[in-house]
């Protein structure tokens, strides 16, 4: 098997190395520490009118870090989760965290108590910092875990007096978005940091080697892993990732939109670490499902670069309002965490004059593995060419590597790939093998020029008639029609054919029949491809990041009550 394609390399865009030193720093808190100093007084956050220096930032995490030290008598190693959206309050947990050695445990803040008590178990944590709009689902299980400690946060916590102030008042008691509860002795996460101010942060040796995150995958299939990320493998991804955007980025000037939750592995290491790293301003985005305030808030900033899954471009292109932002400052918009459809693509393009280039990576990888070159004059379809020092591998059934052109399972190598999943060898094991390939569950193919295409996920193929039927293609397909606003492909149990398409549609057009898309489809599918079933629905079931959950469409809709 070889582990280099020479092709690669002749594709790779100018000036971008095919490999990166993952011993330029020592640890992510290295990354911080020398962003804070270079740019100290840069901008670092916006977060609901309030924006935040990187000289803030230092001293705030740093307060926090002394805290868990000093007051908390946290140790080495120890896990603190952090259940948060996006709000000033979880770069500065995350900063602090690691500046104090111990591992973050990244937690969904929309988790359901069984979900919640199941990560916080497995991951042994001792602490967490919630934000108190979801503290009465931790109330519910805390007693059932180890959790020794519990930080809670308001939204306007860190805004300022009295802003601060009144976006709390507002929040609990005319919105009602802080349900009761009751946690006994919890810590407030302004008192933490004022308590640590007045300690001393000790001098730790924070080293490749220890665990940063424990990143936990989603779980749909199975239980919900940690994947075990070191400093690193964090490091490595932000290198790997700068080295590519690199020359087209302006250090102390740039301007990212963090939508996509910071508990994410993609706007965790794109977003906050890439950019930090380039002493760029990240403009937090915490609730991007209002589009109408999201939009809003997008016509205030001249921004950069944008990240975000085919769902939000979608989105933002249909919300009032979005034509009007102005984009002139936008150089970067990266799509990523599911495919990025054509039709999407194209009038993303037409709309902000910026190309949407397709990126890909998993939770297991940090996450970056593929990236296409940020000068693409227009969308091609493909997930780019391997980031700077990975190996990918498309292999068969029988780990050979396919000829290219032809589908195979992606393999990926690299500084970047996790250890493994956290106290579960078994697991790791399933997909990382002996020659350390991480074995991703993904169909690509790779064309002459090196780049790889994603064909869509082992699991998720359909098996029509002994023919291979892959979502993405049927998706991109329907997505072209003007009047389809969402679709998502599944495969449903046939008598004839052992499975056969089905599709479900968000309209767009609310005169849209299902012998539209039946017309459309002929024309453009050969027949096994072609739906069997088409079926409309109000929206789509999807993750809080945005991903449409393919599996809960297999079956019919569940009667509204009553």
């Known amino acids: 098997m070889s582990e280099v394609t020479p092709v690669w390399l002749s594709s790779y865009p100018q000036g971008v190395p095919a490999s990166i030193n993952v011993g330029d720093y020592g640890s992510v808190v290295a990354v911080l520490e020398e962003a804070c100093n270079q740019f100290r007084e840069r901008p670092a956050l916006y977060s609901m009118g309030k924006t935040i220096s990187y000289g803030d930032l230092d001293r705030q995490s740093r307060d926090f870090a002394a805290f868990l030290l000093h007051d908390l008598q946290l140790e080495k190693g120890d896990r603190v989760a952090l259940m948060l959206p996006n709000l000033l309050q979880y770069p500065i947990a995350i900063f602090g965290v690691l500046r104090a050695g111990l591992t973050i445990v990244n937690t969904n803040p929309m988790y359901t108590a069984r979900e919640l008590k199941h990560q916080l178990t497995d991951s042994g944590a001792k602490a967490i910092v919630v934000l108190d709009n979801f503290a009465s689902t931790l109330a519910e299980v805390v007693n059932e875990t180890g959790i020794q400690h519990v930080l809670t946060t308001g939204v306007g916590d860190l805004l300022g007096f009295p802003k601060s102030v009144l976006v709390n008042f507002v929040t609990r008691y005319v919105k009602k978005m802080v349900p009761a509860y009751s946690i006994p002795g919890a810590i407030s996460f302004s008192s933490a940091l004022a308590r640590g101010a007045r300690a001393t942060l000790p001098k730790l040796s924070i080293s490749h080697d220890d665990i940063a995150f424990l990143q936990y995958t989603g779980g749909t299939t199975g239980v919900s892993k940690g994947a075990v990320l070191t400093h690193r493998n964090l490091v490595a991804n932000m290198l790997q990732s700068g080295a590519w955007i690199g020359k087209n980025t302006r250090p102390g000037e740039e301007i990212i939109i963090t939508a996509l939750p910071l508990y994410h592995i993609f706007a965790l290491t794109a977003n906050c670490l890439v950019f930090m790293r380039l002493g760029g301003l990240n403009v937090l985005i915490a609730n991007p499902r209002d589009m109408k305030g999201f939009v809003g808030e997008l016509k205030k900033h001249r921004f950069t670069a944008l990240t975000g899954v085919n769902t939000l471009f979608n989105g933002l292109l249909n919300t009032a309002g979005f034509t009007e932002v102005d984009f002139s400052q936008l150089h970067l918009s990266l799509g990523g965490g599911m495919a990025v459809q054509r039709a999407v693509a194209e009038r993303w393009k037409a709309v902000t004059g910026c190309t949407l280039v397709e990126a890909y990576g998993l939770t297991e990888t940090s996450p970056s593995v593929c990236m296409n070159p940020l000068d693409l004059a227009a969308y091609n379809g493909a997930i780019g060419l391997p980031v700077p020092s990975t190996l990918v591998s498309l292999q068969d059934d029988n780990f050979k590597e396919v000829a290219t052109g032809e589908p195979g399972e992606l393999c990926v190598k690299g500084p970047q790939v996790m250890r493994g999943y956290w106290q579960r060898p078994e697991e790791t094991a399933k997909v990382i093998d002996e020659h350390g390939w ?105 993750t809080n990041v945005g991903k449409i959950l393919r599996r809960e469409l297999r079956d019919p809709p569940k009667p509204s009550a009553g």
Do not use: W
Request: neutral net charge; hydrophobic residues 40%; glycine residues 6%.
């Open 438 to 542: 991480l074995h991703t569950g993904d169909i690509a193919r790779m064309d002459a020029k090196g780049f790889f295409y994603i064909v869509d996920r082992k699991k998720d193929m359909i098996l029509v008639s002994g023919f291979n039927v892959y979502p993405n293609e049927i998706e991109d397909v329907i997505a072209t029609h003007p009047g389809v606003l969402e679709v998502a492909a599944v495969g449903i149990p046939d008598e004839k054919s052992g499975e056969a398409v089905k599709v479900v549609i968000v309209k767009k057009d609310p005169a849209l029949s299902a012998d539209d898309i039946r017309a459309h489809c002929r024309t453009l599918l050969t027949g096994y491809k072609q739906p069997r079933l088409i079926e409309f629905r109000d929206s789509l079931p999807k």
